[in-house]
């Protein structure tokens, strides 16, 4: 099968989730098919990058900066689309995308994301499957009451233009895939029978049985991109209001907070206490020298991939109803579900009270990775879906 892939990112490095889904899904299909990939960037790739895609037959990147992107925001006050789906919004990509099928007789397109809609060639006659990945109209329903008073405009107009361009754009397309269960339910009723539900994977060098660190230098670790907004917002409930409980309970943990583009409030966080790294080459250091993997995730779609990698490294972890939704493991058995910072608190001073209760936790959270959330597995669901032999499902 020759498969195109159109995504709104260069998926290296791994350091979004949009990127890790992407870089694991075409490494998987390549090993059977041909891919030929197409993806935006604000700035040209480096070589090293470049190589990380080398089992691509092809890779495309069309490079479009910020301040083209802004111009394409523009037309959002001229027209319905959603503001991101204005931003990303590209004749080139178009173009390639075109020329790539023709060339090459490929069989499907692949396409993440909805903000990609206006930039593909429907009139091409082959197939067509998207993936949602997550609703992003809940995600931005979910801001409007974060939002101050100037920004809740705009987030309330950005929702709304989701949720029709959710459903609108789904006639385009002969497949559509999303994240988790708790996604398919946000979209459209017509569209909930018929989306193939393929959660991610973790990445076999996170089953790898690495060497243990001779101390744990932090009690706690909560990792991601520091810069997206709901990883922010769950910083700052576990910072702001667990962490001060567990300091009356003369309780000071460590805590580590990594990963890329930390905003400037999690910044402001570093102390003794607090270490706060930025980018990282390979979370797998910080999450082995922690104790804990901490999700206190109270916002945010799809399934966390902090969640499920920190399970696969045999790490008890703690997280919260939302992010456990979209993974659908057993409280006390495989982690620790906790509904606000009393309860985050009291998960937390247990564990650390009780290594053995941690250490039976975290084999249990191995042991339902191991079960459900191989990538070998999802990119079988996925090919099946690409070659239209799998039944639909919801």
């Not at 997206?228 to 460590?254: D, T, W």
């Not at 959270?365 to 669901?381: D, I, K, L, S, T």
Request: contains cysteine; hydrophobic residues 45%.
């Amino acid at each position: 099968m020759k498969i195109v892939v159109a995504l709104s990112r260069f998926p290296w490095p791994l350091e979004k989730g949009d990127k890790l889904r992407a870089w694991y899904q075409i490494q998987g299909l390549a090993q059977q098919h041909e891919v030929h990939l197409i993806c935006l960037n604000e700035h040209p790739v480096t070589v090293h990058d470049m190589a990380q895609l080398d089992f691509c037959a092809s890779v495309q990147v069309i490079v479009q900066g910020k301040i083209k992107a802004g111009w394409n925001m523009l037309s959002a006050f001229f027209n319905r689309l959603p503001f991101q789906v204005n931003y990303f919004r590209s004749a080139a990509m178009k173009r390639a995308i075109a020329a790539t099928i023709a060339q090459h007789q490929a069989d499907v397109c692949y396409v993440q994301l909805i903000r990609l809609g206006e930039n593909l060639p429907y009139d091409q006659d082959r197939r067509w499957v998207l993936d949602y990945m997550d609703t992003f109209s809940i995600g931005m329903t979910q801001r409007i009451a974060e939002a101050g008073p100037l920004m809740r405009m705009f987030v309330k107009a950005e929702a709304r233009r989701l949720r029709a361009y959710e459903t609108r754009i789904a006639a385009q397309f002969d497949e559509l895939v999303i994240i988790s269960d708790r996604d398919a339910e946000g979209l459209a009723p017509l569209l909930r029978d018929v989306v193939h539900v393929i959660p991610n994977g973790v990445g076999e060098p996170f089953f790898e049985d690495l060497p243990q660190p001779p101390q744990k230098d932090f009690d706690l670790i909560f990792f991601g991109n520091m810069g997206y907004h709901p990883n922010v917002q769950s910083a700052k409930f576990l910072v702001e209001e667990v962490l001060p409980i567990l300091h009356k309970r003369g309780l000071r943990p460590k805590l580590c907070i990594a990963g890329a583009r930390p905003a400037p409030m999690i910044k402001a966080w570093e102390s003794p206490e607090i270490t706060v790294t930025g980018f990282v080459a390979d979370i797998r250091d910080y999450v082995l020298r922690s104790k804990i993997s901490v999700a206190p995730l109270v916002g945010g779609q799809g399934l966390q991939n902090k969640l499920i990698e920190s399970m696969a490294m045999t790490m008890p972890t703690i997280t919260t109803p939302m992010a456990n939704a979209g993974l659908g493991a057993q409280h006390a058995v495989d982690l620790l579900v906790c509904e606000g910072a009393e309860a985050f608190a009291d998960g937390i001073a247990a564990l650390l009270a009780n290594p053995e209760k941690a250490a039976a936790l975290a084999v249990n959270g191995r042991r339902f990775v191991e079960q459900h959330f191989r990538w070998a597995a999802m990119n079988r669901q996925l090919e099946q879906v690409l070659l239209g032999k799998l039944g639909k499902f919801s």
